[in-house]
């Protein structure tokens, strides 16, 4: 049994013996250099990274990070152990730093950093912005004029870039020179105590701009004085009452704008109100409405609302109508009234407003009827399931005439 032991053992160790020692490779970091290159270029130039190396790999890829993105290159590599590494047009075209990365097997072994400037060598574009398009005349508002001036690849230009700036006003035309800050230039056109259009334009390098205008609208409207008059003054609801106003201008003598609403507020000798509008035309503005039905007496007064406001107006109506007949028959039941006349004798247009108050003996009122007229006359009827038999007291009211009737309301 030791005997077998021993064996055993000495198989063991023999094996042990025999086992080959790992072998330690150790990497070795290639050599890479960048070959002279230059430090800025101008937007639209080919450009180009050239790197040497002492190893033959092609696992070498370039990083390239601009404002436009973020991108990786693969090398063109010959047998004098170059690699050549080509930028993308679309990343030589956008003017600002430029970083790249060299890296192998995503180890960064080369960084850098160049810059592409703008490229003021071609032609200049001009992208120009003014507004407000509209401006009200005065010392207070205006219009800025912005031009952003870039390259033939859309990069801002340098600040520091010259612009020409024309504005014509009327019979002036007026010309300055500004230069641009953080890739934009940019001018105040003031509004003009008179109104009209304002154009202007720009010039970069030789390039000019669209023309662009804004419009100088009057100021707020002033005071100002209105009239009114009529084909005849007789309160026949039918005729039409115009109210006008003389040249309504802003405080620097500018007619107000086409369209300006102004309100016109009647009052009438009981402190009720009426009211109509209109609008103007060459600054001027005219507004109408019909006569009343009755004797009136009416103040008018006319507002630009938050602006201006007229004159009080004085205009008097005088009756049309004197008197009207009254007719009662089956049993008073049946109320005739009419014909209405006017002040020639002729029949009122249709539509004038008759109202009928019912009280009875006690003089307690129970309802009122309304009608109008038609071909100069109208009919009310008390009908029994309405208004049972009895005596009643009957105010008829039209045209500003009252007449109070007592009736003994019965069958028929």
Same mark, same amino acid.
């Not at 060299?102 to 001009?126: C, D, M, P, R, S």
């Not at 504005?167 to 020179?177: A, G, T, V």
């Not at 002033?222 to 109210?243: L, R, Y």
């Not at 009310?380 to 109070?404: D, M, N, Q, S, V």
């Given at each position: 049994?030791?005997?077998?032991? @021993? ?25 890479? =250099? ?8 101008? !937007? ?25 993105? $973020? ?18 047009? $679309? ?33 200049? #574009? ?42 014509? %006003?009327?019979?002036?035309?007026? /010309? ?6 953080? %890739? ?30 804004? @419009?100088?609208?009057? =100021?707020? !409207?002033?005071?100002?004085? @209105? =009239? ?25 003598? $500018? ?9 016109? &507020? ?16 060459? +600054? &001027? ?9 009755? !004797? ?12 201006? /406001? ?5 205009? =008097? ?10 007719? #009662? ?7 005739? @009234? ?27 009122? &129970? ?8 071909? +100069? ?11 049972? /038999? ?7 009211? !039209? ?14």
């Amino acid at each position: 049994m030791r005997f077998k032991v @021993i064996i055993v053992l000495s198989l063991f160790l023999f094996g042990c013996s025999s086992k080959k020692e790992p072998e330690i490779k150790q990497s070795v970091s290639p050599k890479v =250099s960048l070959v002279a290159m230059q430090n800025s270029f101008v !937007a639209g130039d080919s450009i180009s990274l050239l790197f040497k190396t002492d190893t033959p790999t092609n696992k070498f890829k370039l990083q390239i990070k601009n404002a436009y993105g $973020n991108t990786l290159l693969a090398s063109k590599k010959d047998s004098s152990k170059l690699l050549l590494f080509k930028l993308p047009k $679309n990343f030589t075209r956008l003017a600002g730093p430029c970083r790249w990365k060299l890296l192998q097997e995503e180890k960064t072994v080369l960084q850098g950093e160049f810059e592409i400037g703008v490229n003021a060598t071609k032609a200049t #574009f001009i992208e120009s912005y003014f507004g407000p398009r509209s401006i009200t005349a005065g010392y207070n508002d205006f219009s800025m004029l912005t031009i952003a001036p870039t390259d033939v690849y859309d990069n801002p230009l340098d600040n520091g870039t010259e612009v020409t700036v024309k504005y014509q %006003f009327l019979e002036n035309i007026s /010309e300055l020179k500004i230069t641009s800050q953080n %890739f934009m230039a940019w001018y105040n056109v003031r509004s003009t105590t008179k109104s009209g259009r304002i154009l202007v334009s720009s010039e970069c390098n030789g390039t000019t701009s669209k023309e662009l205008a804004t @419009i100088v609208y009057p =100021s707020n !409207a002033t005071n100002f004085s @209105i =009239s009114a008059s009529s084909a005849h003054n007789f309160a026949d609801g039918n005729q039409i009452v115009t109210f006008t106003s003389d040249i309504i201008r802003d405080e620097f003598g $500018n007619m107000v704008s086409n369209g300006t609403l102004v309100t016109f &507020i009647i009052k009438n000798e009981k402190d009720s109100y009426l009211y109509t509008i209109g609008t103007t035309l060459n +600054g &001027i503005v005219e507004a109408r409405t019909l006569h009343p039905d009755q !004797a009136s007496q009416w103040e008018i007064q006319a507002f630009v609302t938050g602006a201006a /406001e007229s004159n009080t107006a004085a205009f =008097s109506f005088k009756p049309a109508i004197k008197d009207y007949p009254v007719y #009662f028959s089956k049993g008073n039941r049946n109320i005739a @009234i009419g014909p209405f006349e006017s002040f020639m004798k002729q029949l009122i247009p249709d539509g004038l407003l008759l109202q009928l108050d019912i009280y009875d003996a006690n003089g307690e009122f &129970i309802e009122s009827k309304k009608t109008t007229t038609k071909n +100069g006359a109208c009919t009310i009827f008390l009908g029994e399931h309405f208004l049972p /038999e009895g005596e009643y007291t009957l105010k008829l009211e !039209a045209a500003g005439i009252t007449k109070e009737f007592t009736k003994n309301i019965h069958g028929y």
